[in-house]
């Protein structure tokens, strides 16, 4: 049972449109992230927050931009898509209690950009 | 850079058998943080077990145990009693404990691909 909520599940849309993907949790967390998998299904983290107002670039670059405004709401944008981020995006949250605090997933956005 | 390896892609296991997935990683740090996710295909990465570096005691979980060695530097989950169900994913990750920026980011190995054999 999820959490965290990710919308949409599935998307495929032409070269150059802008897409935002939205992430929701309810569990208060501080801490959000996004990773992308790639189809060899490596994980890499493209951008996290720490809190509202709060945003880093992760260790993968990525074109995308994000923004965290509330507390539950971590919303990834491609201002123009391009066949290359084709992906699997994940988007994940945990709490500011210790290091051992997992990471809770969301179920993940599949971008298909033709 | 902390780094993760998993250096086995795939692996398969009888119904009711035990299989261990290996996972190793390098660090500077002498307290750190240790995590298996499994990932079921289409389905949410959910949290199987986590270890403290600064336990001697292995990690357990119902049928999910851990062989941590520190000085090894190697961490492997142990599954027993396998089940369908257990067909996945499945990410070792590390997370360090200093108190920079990036403590509370993990670093995932490449993953470990689990097939279960009726």
């Known amino acids: 049972e999820a959490d965290i909520y990710q919308t949409p599940r599935y998307l495929v849309i032409g070269t150059g449109k802008k897409i935002t993907l939205e992430c929701s949790q309810t569990?208060?967390?501080?801490?959000m992230y996004w990773y992308q998998q790639d189809p060899g299904m490596e994980l890499h983290l493209i951008h996290y927050?720490?809190?509202?107002?709060?945003?880093e670039k992760g260790d993968l670059s990525s074109e995308s931009t994000v923004s965290r405004i509330r507390t539950e709401h971590f919303p990834l944008t491609l201002e123009s898509a391009r066949p290359s981020h084709t992906s699997q995006y994940l988007c994940?949250?945990?709490?500011?209690?210790?290091?051992?605090?997992?990471?809770?997933f969301g179920n993940g956005t599949r971008l298909t950009v033709t | 850079a902390q780094t993760v390896t998993q250096s086995q892609p795939e692996m398969s296991v009888q119904e009711a058998e035990t299989v261990t997935l290996s996972c190793t990683y390098d660090?500077?740090?002498?307290?750190?943080?240790l995590f298996w996710y499994k990932q079921p295909p289409s389905r949410q990465m959910i949290l199987v077990i986590r270890?403290?570096?600064?336990?001697?005691q292995n990690a357990t979980e119902n049928r999910f145990s851990v062989n941590f060695q520190k000085a090894a530097k190697s961490f492997s989950l142990k599954i027993s009693d396998s089940q369908l169900g257990d067909a996945a994913m499945y990410f070792c990750?590390?997370?360090?404990?200093?108190?920079?920026?990036?403590?509370?980011?993990?670093?995932f190995g490449k993953g470990t691909k689990l097939s279960v054999i009726p």
């Open positions: 994940a949250s945990s709490d500011s209690g210790w290091g051992n605090s997992p990471l809770h």
């Open positions: 569990m208060g967390h501080d801490k």
């Open positions: 927050s720490y809190g509202v107002n709060s945003t």
């Open positions: 660090t500077s740090e002498s307290d750190y943080y």
């Open positions: 270890q403290e570096a600064y336990k001697q």
């Open positions: 990750a590390y997370r360090g404990s200093y108190s920079g920026a990036g403590s509370y980011q993990l670093t």
